[in-house]
């Protein structure tokens, strides 16, 4: 199954900058490998790489997870509830999610596993999306979205905060 690339016109301007990280390739395929990399990633690191914040008011790597993990259920929620009728959703308050998560009795383990879990789930739920449904559309945010702009927001998100681990976390 191959889902092509949406167009502006089916996301937010904000979403721009995620769907612009995807690269023109079989996005499925690309959620399944980053599935497998972002897990080994997460499931390597000590406790201590996992508590580390790179300033004063930053997340810890596990507060960022935890941020991937509630984007990655918001996102596939969206896409469920748009693939089945247009309707309006409420927006996403990212800082809400991560702020009221006491994530220090979780393990970074724990967490990847989570991640997993989550992506696994959404992965079979997208290979069963019709030609019809990925095209089909909500309001989210305030703004116009198809249910094929959330896969690529998936796949865009992830790789938005891969690169953050990177350059600011000195992990990855």
């Given amino acids: 199954m191959i889902i092509s690339k949406p167009s502006p016109d089916e996301y937010s301007p904000f979403a721009a900058g995620y769907v612009g990280l995807v690269p023109n390739e079989n996005v499925i395929e690309l959620l399944e490998q980053l599935m497998t990399s972002s897990y080994q ?27 991937m993990i ?15 009728n247009h309707v309006e959703l409420p927006g996403f308050d990212q800082d809400i999610y991560v702020n009221n998560h006491d994530l220090s009795k979780v393990s970074i383990s724990d967490l990847a596993e989570e991640f997993k879990a989550a992506r696994l789930s959404n992965i079979y739920m997208i290979k069963g999306f019709s030609d019809d449904q990925l095209l089909r559309d909500g309001i989210a945010s305030n703004s116009r979205f198809t249910v094929r702009a959330f ?22």
């Fill in 70 to 84: 509630d984007t990655e259920r918001t996102f596939a929620y969206r896409a469920l509830v748009f693939s089945c």
């Fill in 151 to 172: 896969v690529y927001m998936l796949a865009g998100h992830e790789l938005h905060h891969l690169n953050i681990f990177k350059e600011r976390y000195g992990i990855g």
């Fill in 41 to 67: 990633l997460f499931s390597n690191l000590t406790n201590e790489q996992a508590t580390y914040a790179y300033a004063p008011g930053k997340w810890t790597v596990k507060q960022a997870l935890g941020h």
